[in-house]
């Protein structure tokens, strides 16, 4: 669950700059290389390889860039180089000085990410030409003339750092390094890519550029543009931009570090403030080219996958563990498998840890059967294909096999899985899943060596040439995301014997007949919810666990079998099943979905581990800053009685809540509360309207409510201006939380101008006033920004400001927090910054339109408020003819420092003593 953020470390980035000359080499155009499922491979004379996915079903484009260079390539004193690089390519060429500035301008969706085969940088953006000239030239320009910078240095290294403490917060992702690095005895996988707290401290400026100008070239980078676009036009533009920089006359040496052969098992021990014991396992495997990978990657679903897992069910189902997770990264170069369990402290962590053991040795004698091997495939396989759809998806995930060696290993490591037989999985169990391959934590002497030798993957090219694929997945329709075309093709109306579902259908071609869609079910009233929100809460919890039906196993093989994701979630009265499925299975998504809303049975053993798994994850939040911080702030801007659904129970309390909670009562809360007459139904995509119509109708048309659905308001209250700083021993980050509720909501005139002036203040991709200040310029924190929202029902809003940091920058941080308030207050944003938000702005907003995802949740909105896209639309209108006089006059109104509840939470006290004299 939450344990899964460990399990990459993809990270945020920034920027800074370098000047290398471009001189113009005469060159035939882009050559041809091969093309696989409508991806095309073309290589530049510099070396540059370009990929091309075009769909021109999609209004937006991808533009990826990645370097095929990370944590693995770091030498001594290096570690986190490769990382602190991708920050500091954030902060401009000569070119291109303010780079958050053009993303934000451009309406672009940016990122950048390191991990430890490779760096990439991504923006999606609407699909224009300008848009795409634009994003071209600057990953050109940066990739060879960023400016990396001293003085740019010394703030992002400090902003790394708090990023590095951030980590140090949990003992599980702490533990976790602990294991691979003694794993890995002298392969950098056995690094983390944050790097050393020192490295980071102390690395010399002329190093950082060494390694830019090394690595960060064309004949080491793989350039993606996919999405909508004009591929003649985007290769001569391609040609133009990154053509003429020369390549380079250095040589990059193959990485050829490897570990020997593990020859006995070993062991570490972490102990550190915390609530919940772990205990964990890894061991090496083979790299995802090799052959044997696709069968370890389904060996491993076959063990950890909830609830069918036969790990899961040997450590989590008889209630030893809370919770488990594992996974095996395919990585370029011998890689490994990695598992977790989270133990609650009344448990004894050395019998979780031999259960751990013994159903990982016994493997050999009870391997997995062929369902779970054909489940454990078709999950694999599911998500592939779900991903395959999206062509912005697959030009960013296409990173990872980059990373690898090539491009086309994704699509041969589909075809292996399909292929992977119980055989195969039985053989690799027994190969690699030996003790004496395994990092745990003890040391046992053994007459006769049981060593596993991992074998390499020597001819990349013996794998890959001639590999032609499969039949591209047809594209859709060319899709105006307009407003006006919106409502013009969006069918709505109303169904079941009491018009009791309305609903919202977007159809439209997409590519591979995707369809995303949101089902909203409300009922209840306050006094029939009063006192009873743990068991609502937890009765939308266990839907997915059973219905009379199917049991949890056969609802997850159901979902698989149809290639669909349902994620299923609500409380206080409200029901919500996101869905994303193909066109000719929604209708049988939406009698899945029936079936376990109207028929569902409460299994007491799922009951049971579910409540053991949320006291662990409690546990685990007692002592996390961002969890203490942010319930203190949700609890300081509501005013509601204890038992009221609003209510913000503590940390005590939702324990005694959960301890006292019965299966029963959950049962209870679903007979008496739960029902279908108010509900609201959206889709987005390929679609059958008359066939989803059928399927609402047949499912829920005849569905009542035992209580009428009467809306339960969040009246404003203002919160108590205040103080606040709680302690939080041995975590080596702190949270910042400033929260002020407002009257206002999103039809009051002054929402627009609120809109648009948080957009600047702590909205913006690097680039708001926050962001420029406290992270680019003073670097004190890697995350900061502000929030701003407003009720559609009630005159209730909220701006919330936020920022992570290390705790002896306490004063520093909220002395800048406060400076940059004021300073919007009285003297205003200005007229460039009003028109490059507008801009920025419009264009994200339209990126959200051409998503289904997030149409579907839109429409689905606009179906509970009786509204159109028309609403959106003079929104938009009003945002666009905002003056600066209008956006302060509303900051000015309505923000204001002295009346919001300042909430801090870190281990300020060893910070303190160590200042005093």
């Known amino acids: 669950m939450h344990n899964l953020a460990y399990l990459t470390l993809f990270l945020c980035c920034l920027g800074i700059p370098l000047t290398v000359l471009h001189a113009q080499d005469a060159s035939d155009g882009p050559e041809m290389i091969t093309s696989v499922e409508g991806v095309t491979e073309y290589e530049l004379d510099n070396g540059l390889t370009v990929l091309l996915f075009p769909d021109q079903s999609v209004p937006t484009t991808t533009v990826n860039v990645t370097y095929k260079v990370g944590s693995r390539h770091e030498a001594y004193g290096e570690t986190g180089m490769a990382h602190l690089l991708e920050h500091l390519v954030f902060k401009g060429t000569p070119d291109h000085p303010n780079i958050p500035q053009e993303l934000t301008e451009h309406g672009a969706r940016p990122n950048g990410t390191t991990w430890y085969d490779r760096t990439n940088y991504f923006e999606t953006f609407s699909a224009t030409d300008e848009n795409l000239d634009w994003a071209l030239d600057m990953e050109a320009d940066r990739m060879v003339n960023s400016f990396i910078a001293a003085e740019d240095l010394e703030s992002e290294m400090t902003v790394v750092r708090n990023e590095y403490e951030s980590g140090e917060n949990d003992p599980t992702g702490v533990l976790m390094e602990r294991v691979l690095s003694t794993a890995y005895l002298w392969h950098n996988y056995g690094k983390s890519t944050i790097g050393s707290k020192a490295d980071l401290e102390n690395v010399p400026i002329e190093r950082l550029q060494g390694f830019y100008r090394k690595y960060y070239q064309p004949d080491n980078a793989v350039l993606v543009v996919a999405g909508k676009f004009n591929p003649e036009t985007a290769l001569e533009l391609i040609e133009e931009k990154f053509g003429s920089i020369p390549r380079p006359e250095r040589e990059l040496y193959p990485t050829y570090t490897r570990e020997p052969v593990q020859d006995g098992e070993r062991f570490v021990e972490l102990k550190r403030v915390g609530d919940v014991q772990v205990v964990q396992a890894a061991y090496h495997v083979p790299a995802g080219p090799h052959p044997d990978f696709p069968a370890v990657a389904v060996l491993m679903n076959t063990l950890v996958d909830e609830p069918g897992g036969i790990l899961y069910k040997a450590i989590v189902e008889n209630g030893d563990a809370s919770s488990m997770w594992g996974y095996a990264p395919a990585l370029a170069e011998p890689s490994y498998a990695f598992f977790n369990a989270s133990v609650l402290k009344e448990n004894d962590l050395m019998d979780v840890e031999t259960a751990m053991k013994n159903t990982l040795d016994s493997l050999a004698m009870n391997p997995p059967t062929e369902e779970q091997v054909k489940r454990a495939k078709d999950g694999i396989l599911k998500n592939f294909e779900l991903n395959q759809r999206d062509a912005n998806r697959v030009g960013l995930l296409m990173s990872s096999y980059i990373a690898q060696g090539d491009w086309r290993l994704g699509y041969i490591y589909r075809d292996r899985v399909e292929q992977v037989t119980v055989d195969d999985v039985i053989r690799v169990a027994e190969k690699y899943f030996k003790p004496q391959n395994r990092t745990v934590g003890r040391f046992y002497p053994v007459e006769q060596p049981d060593r596993s030798d991992i074998p390499e993957v020597n001819d990349l090219n013996a794998i890959t040439e001639g590999y032609e694929g499969r039949e591209a997945i047809a594209e859709g329709e060319e899709f105006d995301p307009s407003y006006e075309n919106i409502d013009s093709r969006t069918v709505t109306g109303t169904l079941g014997e009491n018009d009791n579902i309305e609903y919202m259908l977007l159809p439209k071609e997409t590519r591979g007949n995707s369809v995303n869609a949101q089902l909203v079910f409300r009922f209840g009233d306050l006094e029939s919810q009063e006192g009873r929100s743990e068991a609502g809460e937890k009765a939308v919890r266990m839907l997915m666990m059973g219905s009379e039906k199917y049991d949890r196993q056969q609802i997850q093989d159901k979902l698989d079998e149809l290639k669909a994701r349902v994620n299923a979630y609500g409380s206080n009265g409200t029901l919500v099943f996101n869905i994303e499925a193909e066109n000719e299975r929604l209708p049988e998504v939406i009698d899945l979905i029936g079936e376990v809303a109207r028929h569902p049975v409460f299994p007491k053993s799922e009951f049971d581990k579910m409540v053991k798994e949320e006291l662990a994850y409690i546990d685990e939040q007692r002592n996390d800053p961002q969890a203490i911080v942010f319930q203190e702030m949700q609890r300081r801007t509501g005013d509601y009685p204890k038992g009221h659904p609003y209510y913000v129970p503590s940390f005590d309390e939702q324990v005694e809540s959960l301890k006292d909670l019965t299966v029963d009562d959950v049962k209870a809360f679903y007979e008496e509360v739960f029902g279908g007459a108010n509900a609201t139904f959206a889709a987005s995509g390929d679609m ?76 913006g991709f690097l680039n708001s006033r926050l962001a420029t200040r406290i992270r680019q310029k003073d670097g004190l924190s890697y995350g900061v920004g502000s929030q701003f929202s407003a009720s559609s029902l009630d005159d209730r809003g909220i701006f919330m400001t936020y920022a992570i940091y290390n705790p002896e920058n306490r004063e520093a941080l909220e002395k800048a927090f406060r400076e940059e308030i004021e300073k919007v207050r009285t003297e205003g944003f200005t007229k460039e910054e009003l028109t490059a938000a507008k801009s920025g702005w419009k264009q994200n907003a339209a990126v959200s339109r051409a998503q289904d995802r997030s149409m579907a949740g839109q429409l689905e909105d606009n179906a509970y408020l009786d509204r159109t896209m028309e609403w959106s639309k003079e929104l938009e209108e009003q945002m666009m003819s905002l003056t600066p006089e209008d956006v302060n006059a509303a900051i000015e109104k309505y923000i204001d420092v002295d009346k919001m509840v300042l909430l801090r939470a870190g281990d300020f006290a060893k910070t303190e003593s160590v200042k005093k004299p």
């Open 688 to 763: 059958d309207v008359d066939a989803v119509k059928t399927a609402l109708e047949k499912n829920f048309g005849d569905w009542d409510s035992p209580v009428a659905f009467e809306r339960i308001p969040r009246e404003y209250t203002a919160v108590d201006p205040d103080m606040v700083k709680i302690e939080t021993p041995d975590k080596a980050n702190a949270w910042f939380v400033a929260v002020q509720t407002l009257p206002i909501n999103d039809e009051n005139p002054d929402y627009p101008a609120l809109v648009m002036g948080n957009y600047m203040l702590g909205g």
